[in-house]
C-alpha cells in the first residue's frame, strides 16, 4: 500500500484479493484515486465517522427516507449510506456512457421490433415464443408509433466489476427504474460534508438530472405541443419510493399527481385543479403497468386513470415508460441482447453481458450441467429472483434438485458464472473494509440519449455479502465521474 | 389561469388548520398548568376537556381527569384525534404529500418538529414539564409560522393555506369564549364578576396570547361583556374572530379577482354574511341576554358550512346531496 500513515483512515485496509475500485487490482492504488485517497487518509477514521454520524441525522432530519406503514405508525427508514465515495476515471466512464447509449437504443429498436414488423423474431435472432408467452408482452401495443420511436425514456443498466476490473451488464431495467434521488441527494450530502475532500477535482455535477429529464419528455409530447404539461404520476405517499417521486417533480418543477387527480375525457389526459380541468401532455409515470389503466390491465387498480392507456394509444398524451417495456428486460431477453445489438444496430457490443448460458440450446445445457457447483442459475419466468440457485453456496441436494429443474425444463433457465464483485473501502464498525458494489447509471431518452455522469453505487455492507439490494442491507454511495485524469 | 391541483389546495388548507390546532392546544395547557386554578388552587383539568368538547369521549375511558391523564390524553395519545400527536401527525402526512409544493424549509422543519414530538414518553408529559413543553411545542408552531410567511412561495396556495389557518383560529377563538360561558356556573364560585371570575377571564385571554393586547384595548376591568366583545369583534387583535373573518374574505376575494375562481364569490357571500354578526354593538348585547353560547354554535356552524362549501368549490367536492353517491 502506498500510504504508510501510522494514524491514516486506510491503515491495515486490505482488498483480500478482489477488485478494489480504489487500489485496483493488486492494492497499489488507481492513479485516478489518489488524490481521494490521500486526503480520505489524512482525515482519520475519527473525522470520517463524525462526518458519517452528521450525514445520517441530515437525512433523517430531510426526510430523504422510505416509509415503512404498519398499523398506525409510519416509519421513516434512511437508505443506509456510506460516506466514502467511489470513483471513477474518466476512461472507464467513456465506455460506459457510450456501452449504455447503445443498450438504449438498441432496447426501443428491439421494442419497436416487437410491437411493429417482428422481424427479429421471423428471423430468430429471439425465439418467438419467449417474447410473445412473456406476461410482460402488451400485444394491444402493436402498431404503436411513440414519438422519436423512444420507448424507454428513463433505463437503467445494472452494471459489476468482476475480477479483471471490467464493467459487464448484469440487468436492464426498463420499466420503472428507481433510486436517481439517491445519487442527487448523496451529492448533496457529501459536498455539505466533505468539501475538502472534494476541492479542486473534476467531479462532473449530477445536479441537472431533472432539468435534462424534462427537457426531454417535452421532446417526446405529442406532435402539435407546444408547450407541454408535464406531469409525474405516482401511487402516492404509501409508495416507498413516493422521496423519489418528491425530489423529481420539485427537481423538474412539475405537478406530482396521483391517479385520483387525473381523469381522462374525449381522449385526453386532465388534471384536477382549483380552477376545473386542465389538459396533460406528458406522464411520467411511476406506476407498472399492471396497475396504470383498470380499463386495460387490472380491473381492480385503484392507483390508475381509466383510460390513460387508450389515450396514449391515439397518441394524444406520452406515456414515459412507454407501455409493454418490460418485454425487453426480462431476463431471458436479457440473455439474447448481444445477438440483438448485432442484428439491430450492426455493431458490436461495447459492454459486454455477464457470460451467460441459454440453456434452451443444447450446448449451453451441456456446459449448466457440467459446471453446475461453479454457477448461478437463474429461471427466466415472470416472477424473478424466485429459485435462484448459486452453485458454490448450494447444499449437493440442491443442486441435484437444480439439475432435475434445469432437464425437465431447459428453456426455462439461464445460467451465470459466480462473478466475483469489485469492493470499494467501506466505513464499518472495524475501520474501512471492503464491501461489493455494483453500479447503475442512469440514461434519459426523449430525441436523443443522455446518461446521467455519476450513477447509484449500492454496496453490500454486511461482510462478505454479495447481495446489494436495499431490502437485504444494502446501502449507496456517492459516485463521482472525474471529467479528466488527475495528476 | 391557475393549474393548483384541487388536492393539493386541500392538503395545504389542512396544513395550515392542524399546525393552528396544535399551536391552540399547547397555549390551552400551559395557560391552564400556570393559571387556571379554583378558590382552593386546585387545578380543573376538566376544563380543557370542555373547551375541546371531548369530556364524554375522556370519561369514557373510565380514567379521572386528572393533569397526567389529561396531559397524557392530549399530548401524546395516538389512539385521541384530538391529541398534538395526532394533529401534529397529520399536518406533516398533508406536508408530506405537498413536499413537491412546499419549500424544503418547511417540509424539513415540520419533520424534525414532528419527530420530536414522537419520541415523547410518559415520563415526558408530567406536570412539572408542561410549561418548557409546550413553549417546545409553541415554538415549533411560531418557527412553522415564520418559515411559512418567508419560504412559502405566494400564489394561489399561498391564498388557501392563509384560509385554513384564519379558519381554524376563528373556531378555536370561538371554542375558547364557549368553555368559559360553559364553565361559568360551575367553575367559579357563584360570584360573576369576582375576582374568581376575573382570573378565569384573564387565563382565558392568556391562552389566546391577548392579555397584554386586550389591556392596550382595555386598560383597567375585566368584564366578561369586553373580553368576549374583544375576542369576537376585534379589528386588530390577530386571534379574534373578525380578524380572522376578514383574512378569509381578503384570501377569497384574492382567489376570484388575481386568480379568476369566480367561484369564491359564493364563499364571499357567507363570509359577508359571518361579518354582519360580528359587530362590538351585537356581541354585547349577546352577552347580556345570555345568547353567546348559542351564537357561538351557530359561528362553528357557519365555519363548517364555509368549509365544505370550499371542498366543493376547489377541492372537487361533490356537490351537497351526492357525498353518500
Known amino acids: 500500500m502506498a500510504e504508510e500513515r501510522p494514524d491514516g483512515a486506510f491503515r491495515g485496509y486490505d482488498p483480500r484479493g478482489w477488485f478494489c475500485e480504489m487500489f485496483g487490482h493488486d492494492g497499489e492504488g488507481l492513479a485516478h484515486t489518489r488524490p481521494v485517497r490521500e486526503r480520505l487518509d489524512r482525515l482519520g477514521l475519527e473525522a470520517l465517522r463524525q462526518r458519517a454520524r452528521d450525514a445520517e441525522i441530515e437525512l433523517y432530519d430531510q426526510g430523504i427516507t422510505f416509509t415503512v406503514y404498519s398499523d398506525r405508525n409510519a416509519i421513516d427508514r434512511i437508505l443506509p449510506f456510506d460516506v466514502i465515495p467511489r470513483v471513477i476515471g474518466p476512461s472507464d466512464w467513456d465506455l460506459i456512457e457510450r456501452g449504455v447509449i447503445q443498450r438504449v437504443r438498441a432496447l426501443n429498436l428491439f421494442l419497436a421490433d416487437v410491437y411493429g414488423p417482428q422481424r427479429t423474431l421471423a428471423e430468430g435472432v429471439v425465439p418467438a415464443e419467449l417474447v410473445l408467452s412473456n406476461a410482460n408482452f402488451r400485444p394491444a401495443m402493436r402498431g404503436m408509433l411513440p414519438p422519436a420511436g423512444t420507448w424507454i425514456h428513463v433505463d437503467g443498466t445494472d452494471l459489476v466489476r468482476g475480477a479483471d476490473g471490467r464493467f459487464r451488464v448484469l440487468e436492464d431495467n426498463a420499466r420503472t427504474p428507481s433510486g436517481v434521488s439517491y445519487v442527487v441527494e448523496n451529492r448533496h450530502l457529501i459536498q455539505r460534508s466533505f468539501s475538502d475532500v472534494m476541492r479542486d477535482l473534476p467531479i462532473r455535477p449530477v445536479s441537472d438530472y431533472g432539468r435534462r429529464l424534462h427537457e426531454a419528455l417535452c421532446e417526446v409530447a405529442p406532435p402539435g405541443v407546444l408547450d407541454p404539461k408535464v406531469v409525474l404520476l405516482s401511487p402516492g405517499v404509501f409508495n416507498s419510493a413516493y422521496f423519489e417521486h418528491v425530489f423529481l417533480a420539485r427537481e423538474m418543477g412539475v405537478p406530482l399527481v396521483e391517479g385520483r387527480d387525473l381523469l381522462v375525457e374525449d381522449d385526453r389526459v386532465w388534471m384536477r385543479t382549483v380552477a376545473g380541468p386542465v389538459a396533460v401532455d406528458v406522464v411520467y409515470r411511476r406506476i407498472d403497468d399492471d396497475f396504470l389503466d383498470p380499463t386495460c390491465f387490472r380491473p381492480d387498480s385503484l392507483l390508475g386513470v381509466p383510460g390513460i392507456v387508450e389515450a396514449w394509444r391515439r397518441g394524444r398524451v406520452t406515456l414515459a415508460n412507454a407501455v409493454g417495456t418490460g418485454v ?160 | 389561469m391557475t393549474a393548483l391541483l384541487a ?155 392563509q384560509l385554513g389557518a384564519a379558519i381554524e ?121 345570555g345568547g353567546m353560547h348559542r351564537f357561538n354554535d351557530h359561528l362553528q356552524a357557519s365555519l363548517i358550512d364555509l368549509t365544505r362549501l370550499l371542498g366543493r368549490s376547489f377541492f372537487g367536492h361533490p356537490p351537497s346531496g351526492a357525498d353518500a353517491a
Not at chain 2, 73 to 84: L, W
Not at chain 2, 197 to 216: E, N, P
Open chain 1, 328 to 487: 425487453c428486460d426480462d431476463k431471458a431477453v436479457y440473455a439474447y441482447l448481444p445477438r440483438l445489438i448485432r442484428f439491430l444496430l450492426a455493431e458490436e457490443p461495447i459492454l459486454d453481458n455477464v457470460e451467460t448460458w441459454i440453456c434452451r440450446e443444447p450446448q449451453a445445457l451441456a456446459h449448466t450441467l457440467d459446471h453446475l457447483s461453479e454457477m448461478v442459475v437463474k429461471p427466466v419466468g415472470a416472477s424473478g429472483g424466485y429459485g435462484i440457485c448459486i452453485g458454490p453456496r448450494a447444499s449437493r441436494a440442491e443442486l441435484e434438485a437444480c439439475r432435475a429443474a434445469l432437464l425437465a425444463d431447459p428453456a426455462n433457465y439461464i445460467a451465470q458464472p459466480m462473478v466475483a464483485l469489485s469492493v470499494s473501502p467501506t466505513l464499518t464498525e472495524a475501520g474501512l473494509e471492503p464491501r461489493h458494489v455494483d453500479l447503475r447509471p442512469y440514461a434519459v431518452t426523449g430525441k436523443s440519449t443522455w446518461v446521467l455522469p455519476g450513477g447509484l453505487t449500492r454496496v453490500a455492507l454486511q461482510k462478505g455479502s454479495l447481495v446489494v439490494n436495499s431490502s437485504q442491507g444494502g446501502g449507496s454511495k456517492d459516485t463521482w465521474v472525474l471529467a479528466e485524469e488527475v495528476a
Open chain 2, 7 to 161: 388536492r393539493w389546495a386541500e392538503c395545504v388548507f389542512w396544513l395550515a388548520r392542524y399546525v393552528e390546532r396544535v399551536e391552540n392546544l399547547a397555549r390551552i395547557l400551559e395557560v391552564q398548568e400556570t393559571f387556571a386554578r379554583d378558590s382552593r388552587g386546585r387545578h380543573d383539568w376538566g376544563m380543557v376537556l370542555a373547551i375541546n368538547a371531548d369530556t364524554g369521549r375522556f370519561l369514557a375511558r373510565g380514567t379521572p381527569p386528572t393533569a397526567e391523564s389529561v396531559l397524557r390524553f392530549y399530548v401524546i395519545d395516538r389512539d385521541n384525534p384530538t391529541s398534538i400527536w395526532s394533529a401534529l401527525h397529520a399536518a406533516r402526512e398533508n406536508a408530506r404529500a405537498l413536499r413537491p409544493l412546499i419549500s424544503t424549509e418547511m417540509w424539513i422543519q415540520l419533520n424534525v418538529f414532528h419527530n420530536r414530538i414522537a419520541a415523547l414518553g410518559p415520563a415526558d408529559v408530567v406536570e412539572e414539564r408542561v410549561a418548557r413543553l409546550c413553549a417546545m411545542i409553541k415554538e415549533g408552531c411560531d418557527t412553522h409560522a415564520g418559515i411559512t410567511a418567508g419560504t412559502f412561495y405566494r400564489d394561489e396556495a399561498a391564498c388557501f393555506y
Open chain 2, 169 to 289: 383560529c376563528a373556531d378555536q377563538t370561538t371554542r375558547l369564549l364557549d368553555a368559559k360561558l360553559l364553565g361559568m356556573p360551575q367553575g367559579g364560585d357563584g360570584d360573576p364578576g369576582g375576582a374568581a371570575d376575573a382570573a378565569y377571564w384573564t387565563a382565558l385571554l392568556r391562552s389566546a396570547a391577548g392579555y397584554q393586547a386586550f389591556r392596550r384595548r382595555h386598560p383597567r376591568g375585566m368584564v366578561a361583556e369586553q373580553v368576549a366583545a374583544f375576542l369576537i369583534s376585534d379589528p386588530c387583535f390577530p386571534r379574534s374572530v373578525a380578524c380572522n373573518i376578514g383574512i378569509v374574505a381578503e384570501q377569497l376575494e384574492r382567489l376570484r379577482r388575481h386568480y379568476g375562481l369566480r367561484q369564491a364569490a359564493a364563499a364571499l357571500e357567507r363570509v359577508e354574511a359571518i361579518e354582519d354578526t360580528l359587530e362590538v354593538r351585537k356581541v354585547r348585547a349577546l352577552m347580556a341576554t
